[in-house]
């Protein structure tokens, strides 16, 4: 079994934080970590340049379409952008994330 893992732009600390502790509470994720970044990015005809924070999580392939909904239903962006992929890991490393979903 291999985890998974989220990358979700936020457009605040507040808000990206907001998102890791609702995931956590419905035991969605087993972690997050938050890191401030600079995007620039195409919008509306030409480019932006601005402050997020990336979320990033850990949980297991299966809880994917639940966090997805979560997520869209928490995130302030017209269009947030909820990427994903999984990844091997150590065991004792996946037998802990199990061990703190749902």
């Known amino acids: ?8 732009p ?7 934080q907001k998102i890791v502790e609702a995931l956590l509470a419905e035991k969605l994720i087993a972690c997050g970590n938050i ?3 600079n995007s620039i990015y195409s919008w509306n005809g030409g480019i932006s340049n601005d402050k997020e924070w990336i979320a990033i999580m850990k ?23 909820i990427i994903h992929w999984q990844a ?3 065991a004792e490393y996946l037998e ?3 061990g703190q979903l749902c």
């Open 1 to 8: 079994m291999e985890l998974l893992i989220l990358y979700v």
């Open 10 to 16: 936020c457009s605040s600390e507040d808000e990206a």
């Open 35 to 37: 890191i401030s970044s």
């Open 96 to 98: 802990w994330v199990q």
């Open 59 to 81: 949980s297991l392939p299966e809880m994917l379409q639940k966090v997805e909904m979560k997520i869209k239903i928490l995130h302030s962006y017209e269009v947030s952008a």
């Open 88 to 90: 091997s890991c150590n």
